[in-house]
């Protein structure tokens, strides 16, 4: 029987809230700023996956909770239009939607995190039912998820146990320890996909070559590295492929690694080339790059392809 979603993942939910401008930093002693704009957007890594996921044409399933209020309104009304089946979503009366406020100017940002929803999902959400409707599974912000967390590796066991193939984005651990159950879940997955400095702090490297082959002997078959303007690079033990990305004006880079691991599975589970996946993957990321929030400029299946080959002809 065909499982009823491509995807699966579990939902950090939360909003993200975005002030940009010339100078965004706070100064106590009740001093009040002017700044320049702000966007008010669906964030969390999981759920921008997602819709990115969603939109290039995969079927895909959340599972999550939110607050009973107009945040968590909003996030189930983006994974919706998206084409994400928010049906594994519960609303929660008991709790408060998670809010991210980014301080974000030229290429840096800093952010401010209420967890409430992002942290939400228990282990006892993730029956083998909600395992078994799906061909993959995804996880996307390992260190956030805090009550989920000791039991991911047992979640991954389950799913692999399911016949479902499995991929990791570690992301930014806030407590940065890094030692957590998140060794155990390597193995566990097929593709890992870290930025650079996630690849170095989690390796306890200090190259990123020596990192790789830390990954690989942890038994992780696909290393997806990304590395911000400079594009990505993937590694198997046998072949390296490389993404070089073209060069984006304005944006704030919020959900382009999470936009990339979308673009990397929309080809990896249609069974593409891995240079292909890679290819589609950077593609996503470029386009998230540019724009403001997660969701602003995520690619549909139609439209991959159409920038960067401009960009390509260009060279
Ligand atoms: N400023 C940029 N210019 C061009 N491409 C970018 C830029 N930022 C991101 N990308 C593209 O998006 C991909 C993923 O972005 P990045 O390397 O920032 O991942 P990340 O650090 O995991 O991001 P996130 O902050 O969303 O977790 C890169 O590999 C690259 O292809
Ligand atoms: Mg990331």
Redesign the pocket.
Known sequence: MTPKYDVITFGDMCVDLIVTGDDVTPQFGQVEKVVGNYTLEMGG?CCIFACQAAKLGLRVGILGRVGDDDFGRLILRRLKESGVDTQHVMVDPQLKTGLGIALCRE?DRAILTYLGSICAVEPGDVTDEFLASARHLHHGSFFLHTRLQPQIPDIFRRARALGLSTSL?P?WDPAEQWNSTLLAALSLADVVMP?EQEALLISGCDNLGDAIAWFQRQGVAMVAL????A??TLYTAQTVHS?T????VG?D??????S?DAGFLAGWLRDLPLARCLDIA?QC??A??QGTGGLQGQPTWPTIDVFIDEWRKQR
């Open positions: 890594s290429n984005d992301n930025n990304k590395q911000g303007t594009g990505a993404f990305a073209p060069p984006v944006g880079s919020i959900g382009a690694g999470d990339f950077g990321g470029c998230v790059a």
